[in-house]
């Protein structure tokens, strides 16, 4: 079956720097997108990046754009999110995500994604 396991979270100060990792097993993902989410207490799950799987397209949120970069390793079959310039309102739970190419959901939409991770936090101190 499809897993999902994220790592990387922690404590760190603002300006710091964190990398996530999500190893993905159980299918092909050639013909998935990649998604990173996170959810800070008392809100939404928010989009935070997406990449395709096969040609490598990535998109940001508007808030992570510039500090934040999304990757993925096709012999590792893993995705990684390079946090940089950390800030204390990117303090969440951070999740990633694989859903198809094609679908009638928009990339940012949670409601997208079939499978996903269970998380992990990332906390920023100011």
């Known amino acids: 079956h499809v897993q999902l396991v994220e790592s990387g979270g922690g404590l760190v100060q603002a300006a710091a720097s964190l990398r996530l990792s999500c190893a993905a097993s159980g299918r092909t993902f050639s013909s998935y997108i990649m998604g ?10 928010e989009f935070v990046a997406r990449i395709r799987w096969s040609s490598a397209i990535t998109e940001y949120a508007d808030s992570v754009k510039g500090r934040f970069t999304i990757s993925r390793d096709n012999v ?4 990684y999110l390079q946090m940089n310039s950390l800030k ?10 694989a859903g198809p190419l094609f679908s009638r959901f928009n990339v940012r939409e949670p409601r ?8 992990t936090q990332v906390t920023v101190s100011s």
């Not at 990173?36 to 799950?45: I, L, S, V, Y």
């Not at 590792?76 to 995705?79: D, E, I, L, P």
């Open 36 to 45: 990173w989410f996170r959810q800070a207490p008392g809100k939404e799950r």
């Open 76 to 79: 590792k079959n893993t995705v």
């Open 88 to 97: 204390p309102d990117d303090t969440a739970v951070y999740y990633c995500a």
């Open 112 to 119: 997208r994604y079939d499978y996903w991770g269970q998380g």
